[in-house]
């Protein structure tokens, strides 16, 4: 089965207004979590990552929020954008064994944006 | 645009039939990733090489798949006796370090 799953599959929101998207994850193993937005017809796009060891980052617009007692990430968007519309992913780092650091994704939340 | 291209951007084919798809990675990044997608699915990892060397493989990626990066640059993924099952995104991805940067995709569609 799968270690990361999002807890809603769309998410709407009016333009301006702060989005959240919610991860769970399985995995304490994890090194790193990562969220990538995905847009229609390309493939994924890194927006921010927060390493196991950390509670919160902060980027341009996005916050990442990691809870390691239940297992929970979460994306705060701020004064979303149309341009934000799009599927969005989280995804669990761990180390492979081979060298490589491997990804685990889940199903993804699609975040539609109402101008 | 992340650096990273792959063709051909869609594949149409009849069931039985082999397919090849191309990745060139971003030119100083020595680690290689293939990774296929089916419609409202994250990514799932197929196979992993750094430079030259397949390093790791999916229990995903069955005997009619293959992967090879003979010169370390570029890869090729092919698929021998498609299936309908086998119809989805096929996303490349390299790196240098610990983030991942994704190619468009090819989508593969069978018949």
């Known amino acids: 089965g799968e270690s990361v799953g999002l807890h809603l599959p769309t998410l709407s929101v009016q333009e301006g207004d702060n989005s959240i998207i919610n991860c769970a994850y399985s995995n304490s193993a994890s090194d790193y979590f990562i969220w990538y937005k995905q847009e229609s017809g390309k493939g994924p796009q890194f927006i921010i990552d927060i390493r196991s060891n950390m509670d919160k980052r902060q980027g341009q617009r996005v916050t990442v929020l990691l809870n390691k007692t239940v297992k929970h990430l979460s994306l705060q968007i701020a004064a979303t954008q149309p341009g934000d519309s799009a599927v969005y992913f989280c995804?669990?780092?761990?180390?492979?064994?081979?060298?490589?650091?491997?990804?685990?994704f889940g199903k993804g939340t699609k975040l539609s944006v109402i101008p | 645009d992340t650096g990273v291209s792959q063709n051909p951007r869609h594949k149409i084919t009849k069931r039985g039939q082999n397919v090849t798809f191309r990745c060139d990675p971003i030119?100083?990044?020595?680690?290689l990733y293939w990774y296929r997608q089916t419609l409202g699915q994250g990514p799932e990892f197929l196979t992993y090489?750094?430079?030259?060397?397949?390093?790791?493989k999916s229990r995903l990626l069955s005997d009619r798949f293959s992967a090879e990066r003979p010169k370390g640059s570029f890869s090729t993924l092919e698929i021998q006796r498609t299936e309908q099952g086998d119809s989805a995104m096929y996303l490349c991805?390299?790196?240098?370090?610990?983030?991942?940067?994704f190619g468009p995709g090819t989508r593969l569609t069978v018949l």
């Open positions: 991805a390299s790196s240098v370090s610990h983030e991942q940067f």
């Open positions: 030119s100083e990044h020595n680690r």
């Open positions: 090489f750094q430079n030259e060397a397949q390093l790791e």
């Open positions: 995804a669990e780092k761990s180390y492979s064994g081979a060298g490589s650091y491997q990804l685990t």
